[in-house]
């Protein structure tokens, strides 16, 4: 069975610090992304590839966030610096297992965790 289980989310004062996982199980993905979700709209964050050596990040998120994985525990974090109210959303991980025409592309991907929310206060 394949799952993906975001944890790490809370409540934090703007300009604080997270850091979201995302543990895969049943299959390896090839690439990992991470979107959020305010409103009616999915909204691309950042991905990473296979070997974790290249990164995409919107650019609203350049510079605060980072994004990497851990190929031996089979998971994918998202570090979250310098926290803004706007940042506040579901935060979810989503796998892709082949090649991808665009990264940043919600349905391009074919699994998703459950999502973990993250709430700023100003």
């Known amino acids: 069975q394949v799952q993906l289980v975001e944890s790490g989310g809370g409540l934090v004062q703007a300009g604080g610090s997270l850091r979201l996982s995302c543990a895969a199980s049943?299959?390896?993905?090839?690439?990992y992304g991470w979107f959020r979700q305010a409103g009616k709209e999915r909204e691309f964050v950042a991905a990473i590839?296979?070997?974790?050596?290249?990164?995409y990040q919107t650019d609203s998120v350049q510079g605060r966030f980072t994004i990497s994985r851990d190929n031996a525990k089979n998971t994918v974090y998202l570090q979250i610096n310098s926290l803004k109210p706007e940042d506040t959303a579901v935060y979810y991980c989503?796998?892709?297992?082949?090649?991808?025409?665009?990264?940043?592309?919600?349905?391009?991907?074919?699994?998703w965790g459950q999502g973990t929310q993250v709430t700023v206060s100003s």
């Open positions: 049943g299959v390896t993905f090839r690439n």
């Open positions: 590839d296979r070997s974790g050596s290249t990164t």
């Open positions: 989503a796998g892709a297992l082949g090649t991808m025409a665009s990264v940043t592309r919600w349905r391009d991907y074919d699994y």
